[in-house]
């Protein structure tokens, strides 16, 4: 399959689809503050494939739940800006955002099987999602709607490559298998055809190949309907492979963004080159495995410094200060002190 062309990210003409800046979330615990999301910088240009990577708790999920206004309290936005194809998202009430949601922009989320409703038919979950967005049906009289939503499901179950759809919108979520959920999801995000989709773990749940063909899938439509794509996951291989561009985060920051080929060719952040450190090659199994040592430290109350601190080789003292994004060079960005030299 051929894929679309590459949008170059610095080309200045180019208006990004979404485009964050300076964007904090956090959640009030007993415990206290959980920095969450902190000063988040990022860019998703038209028609590209943006991967964010990261291990579990870095903050992927809450910084897209913030785009799409699904963060609820004791969760809250607290700083930045959201704009979407230029219009700025924190200030819009929650009618305009349901509007905005499907239409322009959709998520799967993480888990299909919670996600998906158990006690509704996959019928009821995708028309319910059609006719809530799709402004060409709703329009219609009554009696037409539901079977004009009916068909549109029935093309979008095909579209995600379900066999014999007409026949399995009548059945509940748990009958699929964990692929076809996944699929299910897909087609539910679609169903509006947003212009872009965030695809959060879509595989993480899944054995290898079916894990594939839900890529390949993703792909696909990102090709023939022209919708921009972020594939969230904690799998650089996965990035590797599908996307344009990475955006590394960790403990709620964004360490390091860059061309997929630079952020995996000349990783730059510590943080990143002990996430390639950790991942098995193929290409050459007899170099050892080495996990970072250490975990995701907990970010309640946490204090001004580079968040990789306690795990990083590199420390200095200077590092315990608030530490900047540095342009490294065009459209490769690194918050880092003391970044690693060309391999
Ligand atoms: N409802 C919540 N209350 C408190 N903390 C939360 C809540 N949701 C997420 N968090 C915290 O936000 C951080 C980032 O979570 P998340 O975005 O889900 O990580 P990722 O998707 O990268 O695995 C975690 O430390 C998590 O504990
Ligand atoms: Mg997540």
């Not at 158990?118 to 219609?140: F, W």
Request: overall charge negative; hydrophobic content about 40%.
């Amino acid at each position: 399959m051929d894929q679309p062309e590459l949008i170059v990210a610095d080309a200045p003409s180019e208006q990004p689809i979404l485009r964050l800046r300076g964007l904090s979330t956090s959640f009030n615990t007993h415990d206290g503050v959980v920095t969450a999301v902190q000063d988040v910088d990022l860019d998703v240009m038209r028609g590209e494939c943006l991967g964010i990577v990261g291990e579990s708790g870095s903050g992927k999920s809450v910084t897209f739940a913030s785009v799409m206004g699904l963060i609820k309290a004791p969760g809250k936005i607290v700083g930045g800006s959201i704009l979407l194809d230029g219009l700025e998202l924190t200030s819009l009430g929650p009618k305009a955002m349901r509007k905005l949601r499907g239409k322009q922009i959709a998520m799967t989320m993480q888990d299909a099987l919670t996600a998906l409703n158990p006690s509704m038919t996959v019928e009821t979950q995708l028309c319910e999602a059609i006719m809530a967005h799709d402004e060409d049906i709703s329009s219609l009289p009554r009696r037409q709607q539901s079977r004009r939503a009916r068909e549109c499901a029935i093309e979008m179950m095909t579209l995600v490559g379900i066999p014999s759809p007409a026949k399995r919108l009548k059945e509940y979520p748990h009958q699929f298998s964990g692929g076809m959920r996944q699929r299910i999801m897909i087609a539910i995000a679609l169903a509006c055809k947003p212009r872009l989709l965030i695809a959060d773990e879509p595989t993480t749940a899944l054995d290898v190949t079916i894990q594939a063909q839900v890529l390949e899938l993703i792909a696909e439509l990102r090709a023939t309907l022209g919708m921009s794509v972020v594939l969230i996951t904690h799998d650089l291989g996965v990035v590797a492979e599908q996307c344009d561009r990475i955006v590394v985060m960790y403990a709620g920051q964004v360490m390091e963004t860059g061309t997929a080929d630079e952020v995996i060719g000349n990783p730059r952040h510590p943080y990143t080159r002990g996430l390639l450190g950790s991942m098995p090659r193929l290409e050459d199994p007899e170099t050892p495995i080495r996990p970072i040592p250490g975990m995701v430290p907990s970010l309640i109350n946490f204090p001004t410094q580079c968040r990789f601190y306690s795990r990083c080789e590199r420390r200095q003292e200077a590092c315990l200060a608030e530490i900047p994004v540095r342009v490294h060079s065009p459209g490769h960005s690194v918050r880092c002190l003391f970044p690693e030299t060309e391999r």
